[in-house]
T-cell receptor, first 114, second 114 residues
Framework: AQSVTQLGSHVSVSEGALVLLRCNYS??????LFWYVQYPNQGLQLLLK??????LVKGINGFEAEFKKSETSFHLTKPSAHMSDAAEYFC????????????FGGGTRLMVKP | EAQVTQNPRYLITVTGKKLTVTCSQN?????MSWYRQDPGLGLRQIYY???????DKGDVPEGYKVSRKEKRNFPLILESPSPNQTSLYFC?????????????FGDGTRLSIL
């Protein structure tokens, strides 16, 4: 079985501050990991994905995430938050033997203060 | 433009009145899926389809039906809706080659069952 835990359902940062959104996964085999962003009244958009190549993955809008197998983590970071980053962020996990199931975490709502 | 289109975007209805939410994609994707999104629970998979006439249950299939008669369409059917099916629903698609491909999401359908 696979699972995802996102620590912190709400995170608030000031504009220009570091963004850190946490994701820990559980998977018995090498995982594929995704971060998606959801803006209000919209569907999910892919930010970045890890598929067993480089452990540091760069995505759109200045976001990146690092796959750490020893910590079973895939935290999302951005050096400097913009107001436009305010949204809900979802981490998701799957793998080759997952029977085509994609398992999502509970989501983290990012708020950016001016 | 590559997209996943869901209709309707919003629906308020009453318990027991059959409804269908349509989903169509124009990317010739083999894989399509339905999710429901509830606060704090992230997205949970209802059903998915690997190709025409091939469907399978996800994590929360009870009370739902799907069909895949054409590659581009994957309707979600609630035969006898109940209030616990009030939720935000998303359809998604991806190429069927591997689980490491990202899913493309529609803009969502907000269902309220009274």
């Amino acid at each position: 079985a696979q699972s995802v835990t996102q620590l912190g359902s709400h995170v608030s940062v000031s504009e220009g501050a570091l963004v850190l959104l946490r994701c820990n996964y559980s998977s018995s085999v090498p995982p594929y990991l995704f971060w998606y962003v959801q803006y209000p009244n919209q569907g999910l958009q892919l930010l970045l994905k890890y598929t067993s190549a480089a452990t540091l993955v760069k995505g759109i809008n200045g976001f990146e995430a690092e796959f750490k197998k020893s910590e079973t983590s895939f935290h999302l970071t951005k050096p400097s938050a913009h107001m436009s980053d305010a949204a809900e962020y979802f981490c998701a996990v799957t793998h080759n033997n997952a029977g085509n199931m994609l398992t999502f975490g509970g989501g983290t709502r990012l708020m950016v203060k001016p | 433009e590559a997209q996943v289109t869901q209709n309707p975007r919003y629906l308020i209805t009453v318990t027991g009145k059959k409804l269908t939410v349509t989903c169509s994609q124009n990317m010739n994707h083999e894989y399509m899926s339905w999710y429901r999104q509830d606060p704090g629970l992230g997205l949970r998979q209802i059903y998915y389809s690997m190709n025409v006439e091939v469907t399978d249950k996800g994590d929360v299939p009870e009370g739902y039906k799907v069909s895949r008669k054409e590659k581009r369409n994957f309707p979600l059917i609630l035969e006898s809706p109940s209030p616990n099916q009030t939720s935000l629903y998303f359809c998604a698609s991806r190429t069927g080659q591997s689980n490491n491909q990202p899913q493309h999401f529609g803009d969502g359908t907000r269902l309220s069952i009274l």
